[in-house]
């Protein structure tokens, strides 16, 4: 907790982007899953967090993507 705080006084801001649609901008896709129960191009799962600074992407979250079965 203490870490997250310290990011924010920076202006730091953690991207967790678990049920969003996937944004290239932001998402590193790093597999795509079938999945009939959520919508294509869907993040289902994240394996790492991302991070902004000032509103760049720093670091892109990676993540798992769902496609049509």
């Known amino acids: 907790k203490g870490f997250l705080e310290t990011l924010a006084k920076f ?3 953690q991207i967790n982007p678990h049920g969003e649609p996937f944004d290239p901008q932001l998402h590193q896709a790093i597999a795509q ?4 129960a959520v919508a294509p191009n ?4 994240v394996m790492q967090k991302g991070y902004t600074l000032n509103g760049r ?3 892109a979250a990676m993540v798992v993507v769902s496609r049509a079965p």
Not at 42 to 45: E, F, G, M, R, Y
């Open 57 to 59: 992407v720093i670091r």
């Open 42 to 45: 869907t993040v289902i799962d």
């Open 11 to 13: 202006n730091i801001k």
């Open 33 to 36: 899953v079938p999945n009939p």
